[in-house]
C-alpha cells in the first residue's frame, strides 16, 4: 500500500506544479507572447516573405558596343526570360557599374563592339556579365539567363550551317549530348522550400528557450522556487519538479509543433512528404531534449532579459551550423562539435530528411538517437540545476524568517 501511496502523491505533486506552471504562463504577458504568438505568427511571416520562391525579374542595364540585329536580338531572349527584365541602356561601362552601385540593376551586360563580327567569321563571341554578388539568388537569375540565352542563340547559329536535312538532324547537331534536368527534394527550386523547414524547427527550441526563461526569471525574482513543492523531499521532489513544469511545456508545445510542420507547409505549399507516425516518433525526442534544454538554460541564465540576448546570439549561427545553409562536411570539427550541444542541430537535419526527402526513421537513426540522448542529458541537468535553485531559494526564505523574528524580538525587547 506503500507503493501506490507514494504513486498517488508523487501524481499529486506533479499536478500541483502543473498547474502552477499553466498558471505563471497565462498570467505572464512575456511567456505567452513567445510560447504562442510568436510560433504562430513568426512562420507565418517568414513563409510569406519566402512563398515566392524563387527570384523573378532582376533588374539588369545592358552596354551595347556592337549595335547589330545579333546584339538587339541577345538582349530581346535576356528580356524575355522570367529572371530577368532589362530596364535601360548605358553608353559605357562605368555608367552601368553607377546604376548597379546605386541599386538600381542588379547586374549589367557588356555586348562587345566586334560581337557580330565574330559570329559572321565562325569565331568564337563574348558576353562580359557583371553581377551584383551582395545577394546570391540576384547572381543566379542574371548569370544563369545570359548562360541560357547564349547556349540557345549557338545552337541556332549552329544548326544554320549544319545544312541539314531534317529537323532531328538539326536537333543533334545542335545538342548531340543533352540532358534531362530533374530536381529532387524541391522540384520548384525554391528558396522558402529549402530554408522554412530548418526555420521551423528552430522556432520550436527557440521560443521554448525564451518562454522557460522568461518564466523562471520571474520566478527567481519573486523567490518563488520554494513554493514549487508542497512537502520536504530532496531528490524526489526535484523529479517532480521538473517532470511537473516539463509536461506543462509539452502539452503545449504537441499543439504548436503539429502546427508548425503539419499547417504551415501545407498552407504555403511547401515540400512536405513524410508520413507522420515517422514524424511524430521523431519529434517527441526532439521536444523533451528542446524542454529540458530551456530548463536548464533557464537556472544558468540569471537574468530573465539576458535569455533573450542569449538566443538573438546564437540563432543565425545555429542555423550554419544545422548543415542546411552550408554543407556539414564543410564544417570545422570544433564547431561541429559545439553544435551538437543544442537540439536543432540534430532536429533539422532529421527533420528535412524525413519531411522534405520522404526518409523514414531508419533513415535518421542517428539524429533520433542523439536526441534521445540529449533528453536524458538535459533531463540530469535540469534536476540538478533545479535543486541548486530550490536549496538556494530555501535559504534565503529562512534568512528572511530569522531576519523577521530577530526584528520581533527588538520591538519586543524596546517595549519592555
Not at 17 to 45: K, N, S
Not at 58 to 87: G, M, N, T, Y
Not at 325 to 340: A, C, D, K, N, R
Request: charged share 20%; with cysteine.
Amino acid at each position: 500500500m506503500s507503493i501506490f501511496r507514494n504513486i498517488y502523491e508523487a501524481m499529486l505533486d506533479v499536478a500541483y506544479i502543473w498547474r502552477q506552471e499553466m498558471r505563471q504562463m497565462v498570467r505572464d504577458e512575456g511567456v505567452l507572447i513567445f510560447l504562442i504568438l510568436v510560433p504562430l505568427l513568426y512562420p507565418l511571416l517568414y513563409s510569406w516573405i519566402y512563398n515566392n520562391e524563387v527570384v523573378r525579374e532582376v533588374p539588369v542595364v545592358v552596354v551595347d558596343q556592337s549595335h547589330s540585329s545579333l546584339s538587339r536580338e541577345f538582349i530581346q531572349k535576356c528580356d524575355a526570360a522570367p529572371d530577368v527584365r532589362v530596364i535601360g541602356h548605358a553608353a559605357d561601362l562605368d555608367e552601368a557599374r553607377s546604376l548597379v552601385s546605386r541599386q538600381v540593376a542588379k547586374g549589367v551586360y557588356l555586348i562587345p563592339s566586334d560581337f557580330d563580327t565574330h559570329i559572321n567569321r565562325l569565331e568564337q563571341a563574348t558576353v562580359s556579365v557583371y553581377c551584383d554578388m551582395s545577394l546570391m539568388l540576384a547572381y543566379k537569375a542574371v548569370y544563369q539567363t545570359a548562360q541560357t540565352v547564349s547556349q540557345l542563340m549557338g545552337a541556332e547559329i549552329q544548326t544554320k550551317l549544319g545544312q541539314h536535312f531534317t529537323a532531328r538532324e538539326e536537333q543533334i547537331a545542335a545538342r548531340p549530348l543533352d540532358f534531362d534536368e530533374v530536381p529532387i527534394f524541391n522540384p520548384t527550386g525554391g528558396y522558402g522550400s529549402f530554408i522554412i523547414p530548418a526555420v521551423l524547427m528552430l522556432i520550436i527550441q527557440q521560443t521554448l528557450v525564451l518562454g522557460i526563461g522568461l518564466s523562471a526569471g520571474t520566478a527567481r525574482e519573486d523567490n518563488r522556487y520554494q513554493m514549487l513543492i508542497p512537502i520536504n523531499r530532496h531528490y524526489h521532489g526535484m523529479l517532480r519538479i521538473v517532470f511537473g513544469k516539463g509536461l506543462a511545456y509539452f502539452m503545449l508545445y504537441l499543439v504548436m509543433t503539429a502546427y508548425l510542420v503539419l499547417v504551415v507547409p501545407r498552407l504555403f505549399h511547401f515540400t512536405a512528404i513524410g508520413r507522420w507516425p515517422d514524424l511524430l516518433a521523431f519529434l517527441l525526442p526532439y521536444l523533451l531534449a528542446c524542454i529540458f534544454f530551456g530548463m536548464t538554460v533557464s537556472c544558468i541564465i540569471r537574468y530573465r532579459e539576458n535569455v533573450m540576448l542569449f538566443i538573438v546570439f546564437v540563432t543565425l549561427p545555429l542555423l550554419f551550423l544545422s548543415g542546411v545553409s552550408w554543407p556539414q562536411s564543410s564544417i570545422p570539427g570544433f564547431w561541429q562539435g559545439v553544435s551538437w550541444l543544442f537540439p536543432s542541430t540534430f532536429g533539422i537535419r532529421g527533420f528535412v530528411r524525413i519531411n522534405e526527402m520522404g526518409g523514414t526513421l531508419s533513415d535518421v537513426i542517428p539524429e533520433y538517437r542523439s536526441l534521445w540522448l540529449q533528453a536524458a542529458v538535459y533531463f540530469s541537468a535540469a534536476c540538478l540545476v533545479y535543486r541548486y535553485q530550490i536549496g538556494l531559494a530555501r535559504q534565503v526564505a529562512r534568512d528572511r524568517l530569522a531576519e523577521m523574528k530577530e526584528r520581533k524580538a527588538r520591538r519586543l525587547a524596546s517595549k519592555e
